[in-house]
């Protein structure tokens, strides 16, 4: 019998990569489409070690609909995850039109060619911060989302409303949103992880580049926020229990379990982890210093959020289950990774 068979959008980047490789444990083949345009084809050969299969990987930009379409001609997936998007908050302020113009466009050519080929099943890249800085804690499903606070946020916005649209027009077609919290941490082979391009601006890249003595200082941003030690409040996520979410829905989807033809689920472990906790439980997991000095806020920050990741547990079957010290080691074991690869 044939497998069941996923198209991975996105696949060669951070969270597509364990993604792909928890699908083949769990049974599926996968295809990985990506452009390579942050990402090395460095992690789709780490793929391939962790999981010992052969998986079918073509370089092509989403946003080139014909360049696309052979893909869809090429290879019988029943379901796509689509990763495939441009992440950075602060440059998506810079450069906006680059922002709409990939993460719309590559997501609409997903859904006009499932359409075209008759795959139904789709599961979209959404984030937490579509709440933006919510009124209450943990943050459900229901909590209503806050006007967008840059081109990014509202990327992600526009596409889960363009995937529920479609879905209601469009007879046959699936889709789950997954709202991710803070993904960190890296396959615990060391084999795939993060790879942040010039200086990080997530968190944990930038406490692992300066315990390793590439960066010389980690500035906290802010300790005068209304928390109890005065730094910002996330629900940190570690990438193989997200990947592990992304399986889950997938299966769910190809099932009958789920009543709605589209879903949004929260992907978080519903604990929140202040800027300084974190950092002071990286140096003990890891026994280094990660030196750091207060800084002032950094704009647009939120003070706080984390999840309430009940509907998953209940409705996907999908829990988080690493500790955020796991999850802490499994970081700083790939930063040794790539300053070993130098
Ligand atoms: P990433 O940059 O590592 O992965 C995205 C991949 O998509 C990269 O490999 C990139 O080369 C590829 N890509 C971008 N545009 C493309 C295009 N037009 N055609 C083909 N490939 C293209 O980022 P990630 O952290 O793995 O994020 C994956 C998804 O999850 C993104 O949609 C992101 O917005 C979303 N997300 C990420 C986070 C996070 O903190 N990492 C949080 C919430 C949501
Ligand atoms: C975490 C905390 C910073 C760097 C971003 C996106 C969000 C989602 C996840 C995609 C904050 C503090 C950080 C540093 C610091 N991505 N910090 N010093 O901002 O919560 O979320 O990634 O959808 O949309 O906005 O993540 O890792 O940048 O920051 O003190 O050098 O760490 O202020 O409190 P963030 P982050």
Redesign the pocket.
Known sequence: MKKPSVLV??????????TAVELIAAGYDVVI???????DIA?VEGVRRITGAEIPFVE?????RTA?RRVFETYDFDSVI??????AVGESVQKPLEYYT??L??FMNIIALMREFGRHNIV??????VYGEPDKQPVTEQTPRKPATSP?GN??QMCEDILRDSIAAYEGLKGIAL??????GAHPSAQIG??PRGVPQ?LVPYITQTAAGVRECLSVFGDDYPTADGSCIRDYID?TDLARAHVAAIGRMAGDKNKERYEIFNVGTGRGVSVLELVTRFEQVNGVKVNHKIAPRREGDIIAIWADPTLANEELGWQATRTLDETLASAWAWEKHLRDME
Not at 33 to 39: A, F, G, M
Request: aromatic share 12%; charged share 15%; with cysteine.
């Open positions: 959008s996105g696949g060669a980047g951070y969270i597509g990569s364990h489409v990506d452009n390579l345009s942050n990402s992690a092509v930009d989403c946003c080139d696309l689509h990763f495939a998007a441009s992440k990939n993460n466009t590559s979209f890249s959404s984030s937490c911060t990014y990327t992600k709202r991710y919290f803070n993904p960190i993060e790879l997530n990438v």
